[in-house]
T-cell receptor
Framework: GAVVSQHPSWVICKSGTSVKIECRSL??????MFWYRQFPKQSLMLMAT?????????EQGVEKDKFLINHASLTLSTLTVTSAHPEDSSFYIC?????????????FGPGTRLTVL | GQNIDQPTEMTATEGAIVQINCTYQ??????LFWYQQHAGEAPTFLSY????GLEEKGRFSSFLSRSKGYSYLLLKELQMKDSASYLC?????????FGAGTTVTVRA
């Protein structure tokens, strides 16, 4: 149980285009989903917290107009990187907090590797 | 702000024991997570400490001292497959702040 999927697993796009990444909780409902970014040899950095049915909360320094987050249902959150540039190339990982769980339980997706040419 | 420190790299031989230390300074604190991450993959959960003391789970144990802002992950009977990055993460109100990770290399 507690499986989180991400799609796509990897994506290559041209500079200036937009890319959408999906995060799904497959066997549980997630009231909260988190989006992280990880550059090579660095740790995960929280980008934003996404609550179902409400606006995402972005961490300091993360542009909300560039990284659009939609959490339309209890099992799906999407991250859209708009007007992507090479510096946006990174490993994007989502995690989901089950609706009926202890406060701190989070399950991670397998990640999406984005390369912007 | 959040400040999570852990060593960058550690090397040990198969069958040995390795202890990875983590110190944290955070504005709020609920508990301390340890995750294992293989290159190019997402983190997988290892342990979670809320109270002071040692939590043992098979070959892996984790310790927490809230008063000292200190935790460690103990890996026993090391196996080659344990070669990975180990991430320490402090939790505050559902949010995780990660350390940079400790790369553990297990040699035969």
């Amino acid at each position: 149980g507690a499986v989180v999927s991400q799609h796509p697993s990897w994506v290559i796009c041209k500079s200036g285009t937009s890319v959408k990444i999906e995060c799904r909780s497959l066997d549980f409902q997630a009231t909260t989903m988190f989006w992280y970014r990880q550059f090579p040899k660095q740790s995960l950095m929280l980008m934003a917290t996404s609550n179902e049915g409400s606006k995402a909360t972005y961490e300091q320094g993360v542009e909300k107009d560039k990284f659009l987050i939609n959490h339309a249902s209890l099992t799906l959150s999407t991250l859209t990187v708009t007007s992507a540039h090479p510096e946006d190339s990174s490993f994007y990982i989502c995690s989901a907090r089950p609706r009926a769980s202890g406060k701190d339980t989070q399950y991670f997706g397998p990640g999406t590797r984005l390369t912007v040419l | 702000g959040q400040n999570i420190d852990q060593p960058t790299e550690m090397t040990a031989t198969e069958g040995a024991i390795v202890q990875i230390n983590c110190t944290y300074q955070t504005s709020g604190f609920n508990g301390l997570f340890w995750y294992q991450q293989h290159a190019g993959e997402a983190p997988t959960f290892l342990s979670y400490n809320v109270l002071d003391g040692l939590e043992e789970k098979g070959r892996f144990s984790s310790f927490l001292s809230r008063s000292k802002g200190y935790s460690y992950l103990l890996l026993k009977e090391l196996q080659m497959k344990d070669s990975a990055s180990y991430l320490c993460a402090a939790s505050n109100d559902y949010k995780l702040s990660f350390g940079a990770g400790t790369t553990v290399t297990v040699r035969a």
